[in-house]
């Protein structure tokens, strides 16, 4: 420990002083982790996916998925990764899920979506109305390849063309398109309403893009993102940053309350966060083919300091 990190109170220590039990509300949200696999290796990844990983989501563990999912019936799935578009079996997967929620989401980096084998993957996504969730730093190219990797912007602009003429985020066609921006170094986002503006208004300028809706999420000081902030002795003042913006009232609304997360592997988790820093679901290794039912309201939730990131300012939800 250095002088500076000794001066961050344990997360666990701070919700205690602050009379704040953090407990789960009904779990209505599953996410699931389709694997590391991905054709980027972002700077600020929480879980060190990249072209390299070799961990992908098993047909087995899809199956346990599935019948998890049916015996639940979660009001939102959320499917990342890596890159979900690079899992085999993942078009198979959707269709087998989306019977099964109201909201079926795709989280997508963009560039996994631009090879032209991904057609059929596109389609299905417009036919069962998935949400796709698009990660977009900035509208700033210099930023985002900074973060993402040479090229990475024009790549992304024209998926997000493509998405918009298959009908995504535009008013009306019941088919949704949200955008993902993560700073690109070592400091908290800005308020997200007038990053949403600022976004919306330089999308269309620039390259005639519409989307529905931007989230603003700090960077997790976990896996890729940890790294670099050690290399760059960033670390320190990062970690001080979060735990100095620390805000209560955004305990309530923090995703792990109503979100429980299977790994790639099929283990559970309270949050995709906790799976990186290797949490298990209330600190106890389970398997997604032992739960019969989503974790219950009031069962403990499993924190480390990287929570402080979900708690910082505005919150994480």
Not at 98 to 121: H, Y
Request: proline share 5%.
């Amino acid at each position: 420990m250095t002088e500076v990190t000794d001066q961050i109170k344990p997360f666990e220590q701070v919700l205690k002083e602050q009379g704040i039990t953090l407990v789960r509300d009904h779990t209505h949200i599953l996410q699931v982790n389709t694997g590391l696999l991905c054709d980027l290796a972002c700077k600020h990844c929480h879980i060190e996916a990249g072209p390299h990983r070799i961990e992908v989501m098993a047909q087995e563990t899809m199956d346990d998925v599935v019948a998890f999912a049916s015996r639940s019936r979660f009001k939102a799935i959320d499917i990342t990764g890596g890159a979900p578009e690079l899992v085999p079996g993942i078009v198979s997967f959707l269709r087998r899920l989306r019977p099964l929620t109201d909201k079926l989401i795709l989280r997508s980096n963009l560039t996994a979506l631009s090879d032209q084998q991904q057609d059929e993957l596109l389609a299905v996504l417009a036919e069962l109305k998935v949400v796709v969730v698009a990660s977009f730093p900035s509208t700033s190219p210099s930023q985002t390849d900074a973060q993402r990797g040479k090229g990475v912007t024009d790549k992304s602009v024209a998926m997000l063309k493509r998405l918009n003429e298959l009908g995504y985020g535009k008013e009306g066609s019941g088919l949704d398109l949200d955008l993902v921006a993560n700073p690109a170094g070592a400091f908290l986002p800005p308020d997200q309403s007038a990053a949403e503006r600022k976004f919306k208004s330089d999308a269309e300028r620039k390259w005639g893009i519409v989307f529905n809706t931007l989230f603003s999420f700090a960077n997790v000081p976990l896996g890729r993102f940890r790294s670099w902030l050690e290399k760059s002795g960033n670390l320190d003042g990062y970690l001080l940053k979060l735990a100095s913006a620390f805000n209560p009232c955004a305990v309530d609304g923090v995703m792990c309350k109503s979100l429980v997360s299977v790994g790639w592997d099929g283990t559970l988790y309270d949050c995709d966060f906790n799976l990186a820093a290797g949490i298990p679901l209330a600190g106890q290794r389970r398997n997604v083919s032992e739960l019969l039912e989503p974790p219950g309201a009031g069962e403990v939730i499993a924190v480390g300091d990287h929570c402080y990131a979900c708690t910082a300012g505005s919150g994480f939800t």
